[in-house]
Nanobody, 120 residues
Framework: QVRLVESGGGLVQPGGSLTLSCAAP????????MAWYRQVPGNQRELVAV???????TYADSVKGRFTISRDNARNTVYLQMNSLKPEDTAVYYCNAEIRGITTATSHYWGQGTQVTVSS
């Protein structure tokens, strides 16, 4: 069974840092693109950052220079290092990955979401 498990959210003061992790335990054959999204209640889910299997990254303009996405292919894990956090970064963060399982076809999967709150 393929699934994504997130960790690392929490409460942080403005200007602070957090690192989110998202692991894919289970019967994985290969993970292609991995990404982080975020969503504020009442708004659409928005893309924060994307990383290809080879390490090519893309960021939303609102987080460029502050957030860094990375991945460990051996551990089937993607990370989001968030620095210089602002109150407007407050949201539920979701990881997404394009995964081919050992016995399943390639599909996109979502993590359960982790709350990030930036407040003094």
């Amino acid at each position: 069974q393929v699934r994504l498990v997130e960790s690392g959210g929490g409460l942080v003061q403005p200007g602070g840092s957090l690192t989110l992790s998202c692991a894919a335990p289970g019967s994985i054959f290969v993970i292609y693109t991995m990404a982080w999204y975020r969503q504020v209640p009442g708004n659409q889910r928005e893309l924060v950052a994307v990383i290809s299997r080879g390490g090519t990254t893309t960021y939303a303009d609102s987080v460029k220079g502050r957030f860094t996405i990375s991945r460990d292919n051996a551990r089937n894990t993607v990370y989001l290092q968030m620095n210089s956090l602002k109150p407007e970064d407050t949201a539920v963060y979701y990881c997404n990955a394009e995964i081919r399982g050992i016995t399943t076809a390639t599909s996109h999967y979502w993590g359960q979401g982790t709350q990030v709150t930036v407040s003094s």
